[in-house]
């Protein structure tokens, strides 16, 4: 089932009854496509979970409308809505079995949607073996581990077999290694039921790695949504560019002169189309090519070995970090000894900013 979100806005009232409204979601428009897989990415307080809420009706919005399909679900009851949530602390029952907290959502249904033990029991083996836990039915929460309670929970977010489904950051208590294992299975069990379903991380790694759209998202706005490949590739604003990506984007303070791009002394590109003055330039670690007589010049600090590819660290006054990390090809190691780095750019790998407002300059 599709989800539209049309001009949400959510206000909070101020905290004691003093100052301002805290605006956590402002005019958010977005369409959730059927049966995909979708990442609301952001940092910590941009309004994330604000709007889970709003969509599984926990919160009602300030502004704006909630569309299930063609239904206006805004006024409707969270119960009614057919949604399945996962939060970050399992949130299972401590003293109920595995299976007891399976089928607890089931024990509410009414009228026609009744179900015998038979059934439940049913559903409930079906849910476990999809989340793989079925061995794990009788044990208590705190026999098992953070990944298999929050397998659980998975499990009795589906037994009803929503027609959506919400997860606010279900891998933030799970350790590395489990972190990411859980959300391949979180990938695998979406594909394998079709559930379209609404991911909230701010984790750009974790985003980018399992869904088939990400939205990114600052102080409760929308900035940019898409595949996660193509914002990656094509980020509207320096925002979006510096949140996506391990090592992060390099920053450098630049400034184009007659359609050449100017990092210090160095000139180091030619970009048509902007006009002259002052930029902030964004150059993709795998944008850097390592090359005696490339134009940008960097003083080596050292090479981080990382496999197939190497890590050049380097330094240049004009970037915003202390240090520029380019990665490159094995082959193209510089010699022992080397001082100065000399890089050309990737012209696809290197995007421009207005420095005040930080929006994408476009360049040919
Ligand atoms: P996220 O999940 O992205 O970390 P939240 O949706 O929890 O962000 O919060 C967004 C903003 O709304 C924050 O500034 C937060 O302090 C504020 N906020 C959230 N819930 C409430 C509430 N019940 N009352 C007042 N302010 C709230
Ligand atoms: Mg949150």
């Known amino acids: 089932m599709k989800v539209v979100l049309e001009n949400l806005t959510k206000k909070f009232p101020p905290r004691g009854g003093k100052g301002d409204a805290v605006t956590a979601v402002k005019d958010f428009t977005f369409e959730i496509p059927d049966g995909k897989l979708v990442a609301l990415l952001g940092p910590s307080g941009c309004g994330k979970s604000t709007m889970l809420n ?160 990400i939205v990114v998202m600052k102080d409760g706005e929308l900035h940019q949504c898409g595949k996660p490949q193509e914002v990656y590739d094509d980020p509207v604003n320096l925002f979006v560019a510096k949140f996506l990506g391990t090592p992060a984007i390099n920053v450098f303070d630049g400034e184009v002169k007659s359609e050449k791009l100017f990092i210090g002394e160095d000139e180091v590109l030619t970009v048509s189309g902007v006009r002259d003055g002052k930029v902030k330039v964004g150059i993709r670690p795998e944008g850097f090519t390592y090359d005696k007589s490339g134009p940008l010049k960097c003083k080596m600090d050292r090479v981080e070995v990382m496999g197939r590819d190497i890590s050049i660290v380097s330094k240049n006054p004009a970037c915003e970090e202390p240090v520029v990390r380019s990665i490159i090809d094995s082959d193209e190691r510089p010699e022992d000894g080397t001082e100065v780095a000399t890089f050309k750019l990737r012209p696809g790998k290197v995007h421009l900013f207005e420095p005040e407002t930080g929006e994408r300059l476009r360049f040919s």
Not at 127 to 137: D, R
């Open 54 to 213: 709003m969509i599984c009706g926990l919160e009602k919005p300030t502004e704006g409308k909630i569309f299930f399909g063609e239904d206006d679900v805004t006024e409707m009851p969270p119960e009614l809505r057919g949604v399945g949530m996962v939060f970050q602390n399992y949130a299972l029952y401590p003293h109920m079995s595995v299976y007891d907290n399976i089928i607890f959502p089931l024990g509410n249904l009414k009228g026609e949607e009744k179900m015998t033990k038979e059934q439940m029991r049913e559903r409930a083996e079906k849910v476990a073996s999809l989340v793989q836990i079925e061995q794990l039915l009788e044990r208590k929460p705190k026999e098992l581990s953070g990944g298999q309670q929050q397998r659980v929970a998975i499990a009795r977010a589906l037994v009803k077999t929503p027609r959506l489904l919400l997860m606010d950051e279900p891998l933030s208590n799970l350790d590395a290694r489990l972190r990411l294992q859980t959300r391949e299975e979180i990938r695998r069990i979406q594909r394998e039921t079709g559930v379209t379903t609404v991911f909230v991380t701010h984790d750009q790694e974790e985003a980018m790695s399992i869904s088939d759209m």
